[in-house]
DNA sequence: TTGAAAGCGCTAACAC
DNA sequence: GTGTTAGCGCTTTCAA
């Protein structure tokens, strides 16, 4: 067993006296064959130290039993959740993840798309980068009918299935909250309008704003790439405006945290100065003083239902030709960061 | 080209009338073709759509440019760290990632390793589960001389290779460190003594307390599975002590964040009551407050290095045999929780 | 319920 | 510098 020769389906046939076809066979339990030759097969198999070379088998079958990944970033909160649920899935069902990351550029994500085609994946998960606006690198895929899921971030076409959640109900949720809470002047830190999530969370703020009859302005948006450092460098901005917002709806966690340790370092006060909610439910907001106020966002969910239904498909039981969109639920969770004392 | 029909170097060797083992050649680039052949084949290969199929030269060439990793969790910022350093070595490489998870528990992590020794990876990245003792699972993979390489979670065997931090040191610094703002009563949180990390790092604080002439005292050392709820309880089991401790070394950032919450929140001040330190610089370690003192812990290097290594000795430049371990740098790093006024 | 034969697309070995 | 030949290990007809 620990010789260097591997032991093929031949050895087993020879072993057994049997055809290597039966053998094939009975290793994948197709029905056709005698229980007894089934199991007479599998003890050989085992005893042998035989292996199933996948390669020989992809080979032949044109099946790969893989997946490709390709995510903005793996190193995110929502994102190694959302990986986490695809593996638990994935791997129930046999499937293995290839799994690569775009760090938010068109080009890598083409590149991963293009090497992902290579490796000829059986289908592929999705979240598109920050800049992605044209999605021609998945155009190779639907062609060759490998279906393709797009997670989080997707983009509006009908030739991609997407798991999503409702993004523009969040935002109105998030800033209707915050004008009950008697803001007036509300600020949002957006990401990209190019992006679903974010286009939709300022669309809900926008709808917010408009049944609240609060003109719009554009002077109390801002568009960044929503990290550490855009949430610093609006909390500086903030500071400096004259007329102050009493709120701010920021399109992530990290603009929102980082927005807001930026205006207490300056000692305004959250929530009575300026009201705060963010988005995601990344940990740290449960531990930031006051805890921020934020939408969840069940990444471990979503990564679940966008491996689940890429294998249904893939196995036959489901259809992504009629199911399109998948939304998953989402909610506001109030916390001190934008509760003003009454 | 977006027929259904996979183009070959047959198709692409008839066009040119030349032999599909000269194409094969070309298109990676062997020395002995002519420049001229090359460039043809090339242009050939673009025009007609052609991309190569891995299995097949997997099936020959019983390479599979593939790498496996095994993991405890995917969804912790140490470790989604690591796998994007792995990712980028990888993709610059030329080598593809195939990623599970074992959620602690070895059973699954055997079951991982088999799956992977299954799709015949080239080469294999391991961080231990929680409580794997036994690595007979990885022996299947030094009998086909297939690499492994252990991050972070080691266990002590010469046949694998190692990636680690110097442990028992940072340990030692951090108790020092602790003793030196005047602690007398030092607590530790710590892991199963079965992982290397957990049992180098407790032993790093029992040599500070030695060599400051305090005795060890088994009670005042709590070991857990070092997440939220252990944080939480072993807060809940100070404030029951009739003598507390005035300093706390816990061996994760979690157990330390969580510990800490519980305390601030039964009126204790830290760190002039409890002086508090974590391990891993998690983000969040400057975000609560007070800021949380921790050993900086890079796993994006430490998945680079490990990677890097992997693919190093894959492609005969390095040497895994005789490379048997390597350390990479750690730094304690001071913040306000452990930091009594002067 | 089983088997024989062919071939998936590539590359290694050996020739020229 | 290029070609011929053979075969990697499996599955898929088709036949029995």
Redesign the interface.
Known sequence: ??N?KEITIYDIAKHLNISPTTVSRGLKDHPTINKNTRKKIAETAKELGY??????S??RSKR?N?IGVIVP?????F???A??GM??VA?EEGY??????SLESVKKEIA?AN?M????VDGLLVSLAYDTVETDHFKTFV??KIPVVFFDRANESDDFMSILIDNYKAGYETTKHLLEQGCKRIMHLGGTRVRNVYADRWKGYKQALKEANIGYEESLVLVSSLNEQSGKDAAKHILKMHKKPDGIFAANDAAA?YCM?GLKAAGLHIPDDVAIAGFNND??CQ???PNLTTINYPG?DMGKAAAGNLIGHLNGSSNLGTTNKIVLRSELIIRASSLKKV
């Open positions: 067993m620990s260097d292996r199933s070379n996948t390669f020989a992809s080979l790969t893989t970033r793996l190193n995110s909160y994102m190694s959740s990986i986490a593996e638990s791997n293995n993840l290839i799994i690569s990351q991963n090497t085609f290579n490796n000829r062609d060759k945290l340790l940990p740290f531990i930031v003083e471990y």
